[in-house]
């Protein structure tokens, strides 16, 4: 196949860019790499654009091999025909392909392998000419007591069985009637008998039918966890007779009785054999489309996320909130390093009050602390309050979302940071790194567990892994990492290194001390220069001798900004600094076969912002006063709140009760909405008001949309009620009008 041409025509590109895009990939270029430092080769394709070319490419690459296999097992057949050669090649999806081979393809005994080893097969033959005469004499000629053929119905059963499985075989047949299921067919869920008492999550779902072609995914994920969990039965069902008829018209013609046989055969192999086989096909390639989206959905909350505005480097007090068992707090200098750690019971009585808000102001002068931030989990809301009670107002003073900050706090990476202290110290430790810097810290964690997504414990685990690994390595090398202070896990992200590398980086790190610069990292052992073109650009060393090394200007252009430096008699350091002489310079007058203005622009936006972040700037937010718990809420509210998590269906908001409210997708705005993506993203601070609280089921509901202003009452106007003596002045007073016109 014709890789180029294919993915070209595919995804709409020019061939030139398929071209070289697939030759960056074979050489082993990573996709932030070729995105950002090859944009002359590609033409400015962007990392979605480059990622559709890869998996397009491995999807027709794993095509081509199933083809090459198939072709093997029908030439050992000795069965390979031109025609058959033809239709293989242009076959152009896995499921024609499979429906070409259906016939070839060995099998374990079956019905009709039986019946051929009986000798029925030119019973069979004879029934399909469906020529006029009598069935039943034919078959009887078929007769065997050695070979178990006991009668002209067990003969014309057999030949049955043989034609069911040549019609179940048939390319045509199966790919009409796989379209009937695609387009006509229907999902159906209903409640399992004495299920009802625990299945009332799945309620929405008890009796609920919706298209093949249409089914939302989170919904079809819904179903298929019911029906996993043995609440729901799930069906795909379409009209009987519509398909037996696709069977009829192509095989059945005529209405003797050899036809009547044909229709046998035609019922029993739609039920038996077709059904079953494009029913199971069908569910894959609705669940593989349902768990796409479903992984498209979460990795964009974890890009968003993991992209959240940073506070940045500040003294800084994290706390862990707790009734019982007291708030760990924690002291953090500007690199995150711990500089203290104590226990406040702020909510356990009068007495400890007054000793937890002398702790906490101590500490926040002993330590300079500028911010302080507090998990949202148990008693998140009221430590706030007490905090907020207690510090300066020049204290910054920030709920953080605590999820997946247990999951650290118990892992390796965390012991191995940590060895000295328990989990608790650990927990809030994470809290506050993450208002530091959320990419930083969130990469130590699994993403599955940051409580982003929809049912992703219910797809392809290694499809979302993979998914999420380069969601995180799109947003670790979109950033920049600094060479000298990351961790391991956020180095391993960076193109071109890997666990492997980043552990070589950190322990030359640990042996050396910081490098100095960029060129020091080819020191590093097993660090080659295939890794340290990949992985160079998106490494920063701050105060480094070169200047450059502290910018994404990748090191195979220092050269190029060096001469522009010296043709505009200048250093490098008066570029970065003077934004008037980089104004003066043509950057046309630089261009070449291998630079071209698209690198030149990147290569001078950074020198005027070197190493910029690209992230948004921080925000503090708070939660409305007084609504602590979903027993305050009350219908009507409007409250800021967070955007915690976006599906398909809807946004959830974190409104600082403990239980995200649902904005659901016609309630995220006044205009319609398809995707909740359009309008919103997590973390997002939004204003929110309340349409329904269930306090026994923990559900918030919630709406963004605008009510409209109310319409003024208008004064009612009093009506005299006429009496009989009314209407006969009114009517004499007409007859003098007209007497008097007519006169």
């Not at 990351?486 to 980086?505: D, K």
């Amino acid at each position: 196949m014709n890789y180029e041409s294919k993915i070209s025509q595919e995804l709409a590109l020019a061939g030139n860019q398929v071209k070289s895009t697939i030759s960056l990939l074979e050489e082993g270029a990573t996709i932030p790499f070729i995105a950002r430092y090859r944009k002359e080769m590609t033409n400015g394709l962007d990392e979605v654009q480059i990622t559709a070319i890869r998996d397009l490419l491995k999807q027709l690459q794993e095509l081509d091999k199933r083809r090459e296999a198939i072709f093997k097992s029908i030439e050992e057949q000795q069965k390979l025909t031109p025609e058959l050669i033809k239709m293989l090649n242009e076959a152009e999806t896995l499921s024609i392909l499979e429906d070409i081979y259906l016939p070839y393809k060995p099998k374990r005994k079956t019905k009709a392998s039986v019946a051929r080893e009986k000798g029925l097969e030119p019973l069979a033959d004879a029934l399909l000419l469906q020529e006029d005469g009598d069935v039943l004499k034919i078959a009887s000629e078929f007769i065997d007591q050695e070979k178990e053929v006991e009668s002209a119905e067990d003969a014309l059963q057999g030949a049955r069985d043989i034609l069911a499985e040549l019609f179940s075989e048939n390319a045509s047949i199966r790919s009409k009637v796989r379209e009937l299921f695609y387009e006509k067919g229907d999902f159906k869920s209903t409640l399992i008998a004495e299920k009802e008492e625990s299945a009332q999550k799945y309620k929405d779902y008890f009796d609920w039918k919706e298209p093949v072609k249409a089914v939302a995914s989170h919904r079809l994920l819904a179903m298929r966890r019911g029906e996993k969990e043995g609440l729901l039965k799930l069906e795909l069902i379409v009209n009987e007779d519509d398909a037996i008829d696709i069977l009829n018209k192509e095989f059945k013609k005529g209405n003797n009785d050899s036809s009547k046989q044909i229709a046998l055969a035609t019922q029993d192999s739609y039920k038996r054999l077709i059904k079953p086989s494009i029913e199971t096909e069908i569910r894959v390639l609705t669940r593989q489309k349902a768990d796409d989206e479903a992984i498209r959905v979460f990795t964009e909350n974890a890009r968003q996320l993991l992209l959240a505005a940073p506070l940045g480097q500040k003294r800084l007090m994290a706390i862990d909130p707790g009734f019982r068992t007291g708030c760990k707090i924690v002291c953090l200098d500007e690199q995150g390093k711990l500089l203290d750690n104590s226990v406040i019971y702020p909510h356990t009585g009068q007495g400890k009050l007054k000793d937890a808000e002398k702790i906490v102001n101590d500490l926040i002068s002993k330590f300079s602390i500028q911010a302080i931030a507090i998990g949202n989990g148990t008693a998140g809301r009221e430590t706030e309050t007490f905090i907020r009670s207690v510090v300066p107002s020049s204290v910054i003073v920030v709920m953080v979302n605590e999820n997946g900050a247990s999951i650290y706090s118990a892992s390796p990476v965390a012991r191995e940071e940590f060895p000295d202290y328990d989990i608790t110290v650990r927990g809030a430790i994470s809290i506050g790194r993450r208002l530091m810097d959320p990419l930083a810290e969130l990469v130590k964690i699994d993403p599955k567990s940051i409580g982003v997504g929809q049912y992703q414990h219910d797809v392809d685990q290694a499809k979302l892994q993979s998914s999420l690994d380069e969601t995180v390595s799109s947003c670790v090398n979109a950033v920049g990492v600094s060479l000298n202070t990351a961790s391991r896990q956020i180095l391993a992200y960076v193109s071109g290194l890997g666990p492997a590398l980043a552990n070589n980086i950190i322990s030359y790190r640990n042996d050396n001390g910081p490098f100095k610069s960029r060129e020091d990292l080819k020191k590093v052992p097993r660090l080659g220069g295939k890794a340290f073109e990949q992985a160079a650009g998106f490494l920063r060393i701050t105060d480094a001798e070169n200047p450059l090394d502290a910018s994404a200007v990748h090191p195979e252009r220092y050269s190029l900004v060096e001469q522009i430096a010296k043709d505009s008699k200048s250093s490098v350091s008066e570029l970065l600094k003077d934004d008037k002489l980089r104004k003066s310079i043509k950057l046309q007058d630089y261009v070449n076969d291998t630079v071209g203005l698209p690198t030149l622009n990147d290569i001078f936006s950074e020198l005027a912002k070197p190493g910029r972040d690209p992230r948004d700037q921080f925000e503090a937010f708070v939660f409305a006063e007084g609504i602590n718990g979903i027993d305050d809420l009350k219908e009507g509210m409007v409250l800021p709140g967070l955007v915690t998590n976006i599906t398909n269906f809807g946004a959830f908001v974190d409104i600082g009760v403990h239980q995200d409210g649902l904005v659901h997708l016609s309630q995220l705005s006044n205009r319609y909405v398809k995707d909740p993506n359009e309008i919103l993203k997590v973390n997002q601070q939004v204003e929110v008001r309340v349409t329904g609280v269930d306090v026994a089921r923990k559900r918030i509901a919630l709406s963004m949309r605008n009510e409209p202003a109310p319409i003024p009452k208008k004064k009612p106007v009093k009506i005299k009620k006429r009496t009989n003596n009314d209407s006969q002045l009114d009517m004499q007073a007409k007859l003098a009008a007209l007497k008097e016109k007519f006169k």
